[in-house]
């Protein structure tokens, strides 16, 4: 059974780092893109980019670029999300998702469960 | 960013109803299209994807349509467990944009 499990919920103060992550199980990490997507509390989803585990090719949304790093250690079948200075705009529920097939051009077949991010001071 | 308009945002059916939400993208998109419900506070579930491809698993009162700029979702038959927020989402280029979203609610 494919499954994609997030780190917990994070509650961090402006300025602060962070780093959560996503472990997939079940299928061929290496094999298959994973997507980081936000969603802002009461608002829609939105794609921030994606990252292939078997050799790091990252694409990034324009919006996220330089905002956040997307990462992944295809050892232990995790990606990672980090930010290196929070904001309290960064407030949200994060996701991963696998992407359907092995091209980086395929909808988002299993989703994480969210991981909660607030930032407040 | 090709960007990606769902229509209506909200609306309200009735359980056995027959309702369609419509996705329009600002430029061509092919097949390159994918339709997710969203429940609150779960993560998004994908229904359909390359426009028309049911998803494994999800019922076939769900159904989808249109190439280029225009698609639609259509759900024969509205049952209890379908009032959600729906969102379509291309991915032919980057970044892969998604569409508002498009809340049903019961009448």
């Known amino acids: 059974e494919v499954q994609l499990v997030q780190s917990g919920a994070e509650v961090k103060k402006p300025g602060e780092s962070l780093k959560i992550s996503c472990k997939g199980s079940g299928y061929s990490f290496t094999s298959y893109w994973i997507g980081w997507v936000r969603q802002m509390p009461g608002k829609g989803l939105e794609w921030m980019g994606i990252i292939y585990p078997g050799d790091s090719d990252t694409r990034y949304s324009p919006s996220f670029q330089g905002q956040v790093t997307i990462s992944a250690d295809k050892s232990i079948s995790t990606a990672y999300l980090q930010w290196s200075s929070l904001k309290a705009s960064d407030t949200a529920m994060y996701y991963c998702?696998?992407?359907?097939?092995?091209?980086?051009?395929?909808?988002?077949?299993?989703w994480g469960q969210g991981t909660l991010v607030t930032v407040s001071s | 960013a090709i960007r990606m308009t769902q229509s209506p945002s909200s609306f309200s059916a009735s359980t056995g109803d027959r309702v369609t939400i419509t996705c329009r993208a600002s430029q061509g998109i092919s097949s390159y299209l994918a339709w997710y419900q969203q429940k609150p506070g779960k993560a998004p579930k994908l229904l359909i994807y390359a426009a028309s491809t049911l998803q494994s698993g999800v019922p076939s009162r769900f159904s989808g349509s249109g190439s280029g700029t225009d698609f639609t979702l259509t759900i024969s038959c509205l049952q209890s467990e379908d009032f959600a927020t729906y969102y379509c989402?291309?991915?032919?280029?980057?970044?892969?944009?998604f569409g508002q979203g498009t809340k049903l609610e019961i009448k």
């Open positions: 998702a696998r992407l359907g097939t092995g091209y980086s051009s395929s909808s988002l077949d299993y």
């Open positions: 989402q291309q991915y032919y280029s980057y970044p892969q944009t």
